[in-house]
């Protein structure tokens, strides 16, 4: 439907880099006080279970010469059992209609199954062609001032605990442990924004679909993808417009003391 190719636009559009593969979590600036990262969310129940936990704002991609599939209701019934963040519509592949009107019956009749779902009034955004592998800019622009604009609904239950999204993660554990007993208990560093509350040291941690677990360690580092130092200018100058990936290779070297 045309996920991966969103993320891309809305990456050039925010940072003016070319991501080709996007891979994990991609962290950009999108104004003076708003870091955003988007996470690309497959059709797989259990990635939409994960990525239910933690959104705060859905793109909910659909594709308009089709219509809405069975995944995206699904979806949409996930985010309800887990606090119901902000949900915008992007409708993509609009330029498959070659006949205005059966366009224009097509987005009237979207846009009020869409309302139905969510509540009146949500927002809908519509995408039309592509230009060298991107949507159209005016469209990418329309849509990245709401996201860099818009207000998310606090939810209780994240509000009052902490939670973290690894955008990175390396294995520590020694080569000639893994060598010898493949199966043996591994030591993994998690890298990325702790969100929520602070976490108190010593209590154990959550990982989605692997149980519960113990930190030997916590440290913070500094931040890969830090805000713009000044606001009282317009605007923001390309040296400000940062972009951190790193399981897409992209955004500044860092180095982990060993």
């Known amino acids: 439907v045309g996920k991966t190719t969103l993320i891309r636009s809305l990456t050039k559009h925010y940072t ?8 994990g979590p991609v962290t950009v600036i ?3 006080k708003r870091r955003v990262t988007f996470v690309e969310c497959t059709s797989d129940l259990n990635v939409m279970v994960d990525c239910a936990k933690f959104a705060d704002l ?16 699904e979806f949409l019934n996930m985010l309800q059992v887990h606090g119901f ?3 915008m519509g992007v409708l993509t ?9 059966i366009l224009r ?35 990418v622009l329309n849509l990245a001032r709401f996201i860099a604009v818009a207000k998310f609904r606090p939810l209780t239950w994240r509000l009052t605990h902490p939670y973290m999204l690894a955008d990175r993660f390396e294995d520590l554990t020694p080569y000639e442990e893994v060598r010898v007993n493949p199966k043996c208990d ?4 998690l890298f990325g924004y702790l969100r929520g509350t602070n976490y108190k040291p010593g ?3 959550h990982l989605a679909g692997v149980g519960d677990l113990d930190v030997t360690d916590l440290s913070v580092l500094t931040d890969p993808c830090p805000l713009p130092s000044t606001i009282k200018r317009k605007g923001l100058s390309d040296k400000e417009r940062l972009i951190y990936a790193p399981m897409s290779d992209v955004g500044g070297l860092i180095f982990d003391k060993d």
């Open 16 to 23: 003016r880099h070319n991501v080709n593969d996007i891979k």
């Open 30 to 32: 999108a104004g003076k």
């Open 58 to 73: 859905v793109l909910l991609v659909v594709d308009g010469s089709f219509g809405f599939e069975m995944e995206t209701f």
């Open 85 to 87: 963040p902000k949900v």
């Open 93 to 101: 592949h609009l330029d498959q209609f070659t006949n205005p009107t």
């Open 105 to 139: 019956k097509t987005k009237k009749k979207l846009k009020a199954r869409f309302w139905t779902e969510i509540y009146d009034g949500a927002k809908l955004f519509y995408i039309g062609g592509m230009v060298h592998g991107r949507y159209n800019k005016r469209d």
């Open 186 to 189: 591994r030591e993994v560093a």
């Open 203 to 205: 209590t154990r941690v």
